[in-house]
């Protein structure tokens, strides 16, 4: 790996768009280069695609879904062609986890499970695919049959963000093929290497041409086309709140579904009577796993008062152990961030939170590293309405709240406008369950941080967006239902009669 890295960063990775089932450029032959964070280095370079390559894009998924070939597939055989691809991605995960790292600068071992997660969810759907099916109502009298149909709801639009580029990805595209949808997919500017390399494994697997089309380029030309156009009957974006209220506007002109996956605020909420160890671990992992660059981390840790002065400082004393460097070194749990705007607003934070009153911990200074890394930070004495308590900062900080009792726990946990993750730290069965049952949020994990299956839904309450990917509800988002009324033999009444 380490001789395939070099070369890379000698020579760049180029990829291509691939639109109706060939690999092009831009129209226009523009492209946009991509610096790895942790090197300073250009290390892939993508098509830089223009509103019309999207419109081409989108014509081609058009004409797909219309002419009936995939929707209509038999299902095994759509499922041959997803585990064709999940294989691939195993067979090549070493270049996909070193495209990962590359240019995200995550650590190579996270991006490396990462790949292989995305193996399991592609291997899921094509199992989904074949148990998709409707209903029926045997019930509605002796000559009427009521048949539940579900259909694959036409041509989806995939929008992704740079943080877990093939992982989130794999979370929806895999479910709207399995689904029989015909898809656009545009993956993040700073990241979009393992997406267009899947395009190779996908032409390969025999889709027909046009199912799937997957372009490079900026959110405006290219995700702004997406979001706009009367031919997309629906959108999956992930992303930030501000693209994603976009996003809900301009679904208005052909009224087209939404799945959207936003921001969140995660809470870990520790009780006195938690394994101690556990939830320290637990804690750190949800809160900088990827640098805290993660949708559902656990940026606020509320905990129970009477342990918070010892939790506190032996969590701040482990955060010591948690090395800060090169992604590519086995002992790095945390690389470099993203790029340098995502940089300054995480430090832009840390002086927001001191300015409301925060007392930093530890971490919340840079400037000692060379390059993009920023230390895990912990800032306490916060509170719910400081900003560091509602905003979703998307880096490793941490901001430590306190509470009495099981009500105000639970009220703390609702108290930002965000609902996509809880943790909850308890020995106390009943404590956990009416904690989970209260918070309002998509996804909870009790004396646990961020296992994750494909089995299992993923989505957010409240402003952390709406609809579900993966499991059998991620790939029942992906179609409509349609109600078939079977009269049996001759209707008994005539609407109009004789008299
Ligand atoms: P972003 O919203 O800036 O970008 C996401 C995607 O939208 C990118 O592909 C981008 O090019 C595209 N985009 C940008 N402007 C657009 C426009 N005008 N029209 C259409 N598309 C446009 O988000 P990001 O910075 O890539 O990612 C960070 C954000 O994503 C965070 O807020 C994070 O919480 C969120 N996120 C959520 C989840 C989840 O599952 N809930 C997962 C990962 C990230």
């Known amino acids: 790996m380490e001789d395939r890295k070099n070369a890379i960063l000698a020579t760049p990775n180029r990829f291509k768009n691939y639109i109706d089932g060939e690999f092009v450029g831009a129209e226009n032959s523009a492209e946009l280069?991509?610096?790895?964070?942790?090197?300073?280095?250009?290390?892939?370079?993508?098509?830089?695609?223009?509103?019309?390559?999207?419109?081409?894009?989108?014509?081609?998924?058009?004409?797909?879904?219309?002419?009936?070939?995939?929707?209509?597939?038999?299902?095994?055989?759509?499922?041959?062609?997803?585990?064709?691809?999940?294989?691939?991605?195993?067979?090549?995960?070493?270049?996909?986890?070193?495209?990962?790292?590359?240019?995200?600068?995550?650590?190579?071992?996270?991006?490396?499970?990462?790949?292989?997660?995305?193996?399991?969810?592609?291997?899921?759907?094509?199992?989904?695919?074949?148990?998709?099916?409707?209903?029926?109502?045997?019930?509605?009298?002796?000559?009427?049959?009521?048949?539940?149909?579900?259909?694959?709801?036409?041509?989806?639009?995939?929008?992704?963000?740079?943080?877990?580029?093939?992982?989130?990805?794999?979370?929806?595209?895999?479910?709207?093929?399995?689904?029989?949808?015909?898809?656009?997919?545009?993956?993040?500017?700073?990241?979009?290497?393992?997406?267009?390399?899947?395009?190779?494994?996908?032409?390969?697997?025999?889709?027909?041409?046009?199912?799937?089309?997957?372009?490079?380029?900026?959110?405006?030309?290219?995700?702004?086309?997406?979001?706009?156009?009367?031919?997309?009957?629906?959108?999956?974006?992930?992303?930030?709140?501000?693209?994603?209220?976009?996003?809900?506007?301009?679904?208005?002109?052909?009224?087209?579904?939404?799945?959207?996956?936003?921001?969140?605020k995660s809470p870990s909420i520790v009780f006195a009577d938690c394994d101690i160890d556990a939830a320290i671990d637990g804690v750190l992992k949800a809160a900088n796993i990827n640098m805290g660059e993660c949708c559902i981390a656990g940026s606020r840790l509320i905990v129970q008062d009477s342990i918070a002065e010892l939790f506190q400082s032996r969590l701040a004393e482990r955060l010591k152990d948690l090395k800060v460097g090169d992604p590519f070194d086995p002992a790095s749990r945390i690389g470099a961030i993203i790029n340098q705007v995502q940089y300054d607003k995480i430090a832009s934070y840390i002086d927001i939170g001191v300015k409301e009153g925060a007392k930093l911990i530890c971490g919340g200074d840079g400037s000692s590293y060379e390059g993009l890394y920023f230390p895990p930070t912990i800032l306490a004495d916060v509170r719910p309405e400081m900003r560091i308590a509602q905003e979703e900062i998307f880096g490793p900080v941490l901001s430590v709240m306190t509470f009495k009792d099981v009500p105000e726990a639970i009220k703390l946990a609702n108290s930002t406008s965000f609902g996509l993750a809880a943790y909850i730290w308890t020995n106390d069965l009943s404590t956990a369950l009416h904690c989970s049952r209260r918070i309002h949020a998509g996804r909870i994990w009790v004396n646990s941080a961020l296992a994750g299956f494909p089995e299992l839904p993923l989505g957010g309450y409240k402003q952390s967006g709406n609809g579900r990917e993966t499991g059998r509800f991620g790939i029942e988002e992906y179609t409509e239902v349609k109600s078939l009324h079977l009269q049996i033999g001759a209707q008994s009444e005539r609407w109009v009669t004789d008299e």
């Not at 490396?112 to 592609?122: K, P």
């Not at 929008?159 to 989130?168: A, D, G, K, V």
């Not at 959110?219 to 709140?241: A, C, N, Q, R, Y």
């Open 33 to 264: 280069e991509r610096e790895s964070p942790a090197h300073g280095k250009v290390v892939s370079i993508y098509p830089a695609s223009t509103s019309a390559d999207t419109e081409r894009a989108i014509a081609a998924a058009r004409r797909s879904f219309d002419s009936g070939e995939w929707p209509y597939t038999y299902a095994g055989d759509k499922s041959r062609i997803l585990r064709y691809v999940a294989q691939r991605i195993r067979d090549d995960v070493d270049e996909l986890t070193l495209i990962e790292t590359l240019e995200s600068s995550k650590p190579l071992s996270v991006a490396r499970g990462e790949i292989l997660f995305a193996a399991e969810l592609w291997d899921y759907a094509a199992g989904a695919s074949r148990l998709l099916h409707g209903d029926s109502h045997n019930n509605l009298g002796g000559d009427m049959l009521g048949v539940v149909l579900r259909e694959p709801i036409g041509v989806v639009g995939i929008i992704t963000p740079w943080n877990f580029p093939l992982l989130i990805l794999s979370e929806r595209l895999p479910f709207a093929l399995a689904a029989g949808c015909c898809c656009v997919v545009k993956p993040s500017e700073f990241t979009s290497g393992t997406a267009l390399k899947l395009a190779e494994y996908i032409h390969e697997s025999g889709l027909p041409k046009g199912v799937c089309n997957i372009l490079a380029g900026e959110g405006d030309p290219v995700g702004k086309t997406i979001i706009e156009s009367d031919h997309v009957d629906m959108l999956s974006f992930t992303g930030s709140s501000r693209v994603g209220r976009l996003a809900i506007q301009a679904s208005a002109g052909n009224i087209k579904k939404l799945s959207l996956e936003l921001g969140g």
